[in-house]
């Protein structure tokens, strides 16, 4: 990216490069979810490298998938170690890893049985479909009654099975699959960004009434947001989450935690679940992304034998769900965890976070907000055009900082063991773009795409 210098007129304009690579991305490439005009070609640690050859630092963690950054020297050992060793044994035998892994893994998080699938999306969709024979087969529940409860503000993927718990985010325009379900998504009272004692209420009333027969209660981990971001007091969300955890045990209900984003010890904790005490564990866990440092696709439904015992054939199967390359990656991915005491890290992080962002006050920011190593700020909905969260991600990311825009905030995430100075230099640079994000009459973002409406 470029930019003019004159003191009035400022604009941030896009390379010919990244130009030219929009142009065939335009042509020949579909779906995805508008990111940001930029093409990564390397990357070390939380450094990476564009296609002009800038330095950027990663203060989005590939939306949280490498916790470790990139190219972890141990990790890629042992990924090395493994591909050489085999490329792929699969569902037509047993892994020779897989029996000892389910067992340390099991130990490890406190459950009996897991299953291992691919991506988070395939894990959300697994534990929904696990929870629903558990509520035919235990609960005695007719198969046509069985209902699914989505808390709001929730995302977990694009599986068509679990899209109607979701937010929508244009699955109900043009596509059966939530127009014909009967499952459902709960909203909260929207008019606060607390969590109020009534929200529990209104739940309950639905609980033991429509609801008697849903066999999944679905948090997204204790996060508000559907990408893990807390609202202003994370006390009165904790006490929501803890809240509806206890009304599923008081009406038989399955709750099930959407770990994929917020666990792998981002929020100062390793599951962000475990904020709630184990007194309020779930009775499943769905983990992915992180868990294996980003090195390899996988992801693990978690669950007691009273749910897990009745997953039958073909009913959880997935080419790569038990790959050799996965196992390494997830071992590997953990014992750096606990020799670096990264989860303790998330939560220095999220202190520097607190700090440096105490005195902030930008007549567009609304407030900065964060869960150990997650990190988020709000902009006011001033009406000026220059004020979106996608302009301030551009202003950014032309500072050298990757960060992603999302409605009304700005996501942000760090690697756990991201060296100090890249995170306060990435701090800085925040607070400059805040500071002269009214300065530039233009940040081009490049085009929109197919049937997306841009955050502008």
């Given at each position: 990216m470029t930019r003019e210098n004159p003191r009035e007129g400022k604009a941030v304009r896009l390379s010919s490069k990244t130009k030219e690579l929009l142009e065939i991305d335009s042509k020949h490439s579909a779906g995805g979810i508008f990111p940001l005009p930029v093409?990564?070609?390397?990357?070390?640690?939380?450094?990476?490298?564009?296609?002009?050859?800038?330095?950027?630092?990663?203060?989005?963690?590939?939306?949280?998938?490498t916790n470790l950054g990139q190219c972890h020297p141990k990790l890629l050992e042992a990924m090395t170690t493994s591909m050489q060793t085999i490329t792929l044994t699969n569902?037509?035998?047993?892994?020779?890893?897989?029996a000892e892994f389910t067992r340390d893994m099991c130990t490890r998080f406190g459950y009996d049985k897991m299953v291992g699938m691919v991506s988070?999306?395939?894990?959300?969709?697994?534990?929904?479909?696990?929870?629903?024979?558990?509520?035919?087969?235990?609960?005695?529940?007719?198969?046509?009654?069985?209902?699914?409860?989505?808390?709001?503000?929730?995302?977990?993927?694009?599986?068509?099975?679990?899209?109607?718990?979701?937010?929508?985010?244009?699955?109900?325009?043009?596509?059966?699959?939530?127009?014909?379900s009967k499952d459902q998504l709960w909203y909260r009272q929207r008019e606060s960004s607390e969590f109020q004692p009534k929200d529990r209420g209104a739940l309950e009333v639905r609980m033991p009434g429509r609801f008697q027969a849903?066999?999944?209660?679905?948090?997204?981990?204790?996060?508000?947001?559907?990408?893990?971001?807390?609202?202003?007091?994370?006390?009165?969300?904790?006490?929501?989450?803890?809240?509806?955890?206890?009304?599923?045990?008081?009406?038989?209900?399955?709750?099930?935690?959407?770990?994929?984003?917020?666990?792998?010890?981002?929020?100062?904790?390793?599951l962000c679940s475990d904020w709630m005490g184990p007194e309020n564990k779930p009775d499943m866990v769905v983990m992915g992304k992180s868990i294996t440092g980003g090195a390899y696709p996988a992801s693990y439904i978690f669950g007691h034998d009273e749910v897990m015992d009745l997953v039958g054939g073909y009913e959880s199967v997935a080419t790569f769900g038990m790959a050799p390359a996965a196992i390494a990656a997830t071992r590997a991915t953990l014992k750096i965890m606990d020799e670096e005491k990264l989860v303790d890290r998330a939560t220095w992080i999220g202190q520097v976070w607190k700090k440096e962002?105490?005195?902030?006050?930008?007549?567009?920011?609304?407030?900065?907000?964060?869960?150990?190593?997650?990190?988020?700020?709000?902009?006011?909905?001033?009406?000026?055009?220059?004020?979106?969260?996608?302009?301030?991600?551009?202003?950014?990311?032309?500072?050298?900082?990757?960060?992603?825009?999302?409605?009304?905030?700005?996501?942000?995430?760090?690697?756990?063991?991201?060296?100090?100075?890249?995170?306060?230099?990435?701090?800085?640079?925040?607070?400059?773009?805040?500071?002269?994000?009214?300065?530039?009459?233009?940040?081009?973002?490049?085009?929109?795409?197919?049937?997306?409406?841009?955050?502008?």
């Open positions: 093409f990564i070609k390397s990357g070390k640690g939380s450094i990476l490298k564009d296609v002009d050859g800038k330095e950027i630092i990663d203060f989005i963690c590939m939306l949280s998938a569902i037509a035998t047993k892994v020779g890893d897989w988070g999306t395939e894990g959300a969709d697994a534990a929904v479909k696990f929870a629903r024979k558990w509520g035919i087969k235990r609960k005695n529940i007719p198969p046509g009654d069985v209902l699914v409860l989505g808390v709001s503000d929730n995302y977990h993927g694009v599986g068509s099975g679990i899209w109607p718990i979701m937010n929508d985010m244009g699955q109900s325009s043009g596509n059966s699959a939530r127009l014909v849903s066999p999944c209660g679905r948090s997204r981990t204790c996060g508000r947001n559907n990408h893990g971001v807390y609202p202003r007091k994370e006390t009165e969300e904790l006490n929501f989450a803890i809240g509806v955890r206890q009304l599923c045990k008081k009406y038989n209900i399955l709750f099930i935690a959407d770990e994929v984003r917020m666990g792998s010890g981002k929020t100062g904790k390793f962002t105490a005195d902030w006050n930008m007549p567009w920011l609304d407030y900065t907000t964060n869960r150990g190593a997650d990190l988020g700020l709000y902009l006011k909905r001033t009406g000026n055009p220059r004020h979106t969260t996608r302009r301030l991600s551009m202003l950014c990311l032309h500072k050298g900082i990757l960060t992603y825009p999302d409605g009304d905030r700005v996501r942000m995430g760090v690697a756990l063991n991201i060296p100090e100075a890249d995170l306060l230099r990435g701090i800085t640079s925040v607070k400059e773009s805040l500071l002269e994000f009214d300065d530039y009459d233009e940040i081009e973002s490049g085009p929109p795409m197919k049937g997306v409406v841009p955050d502008m």
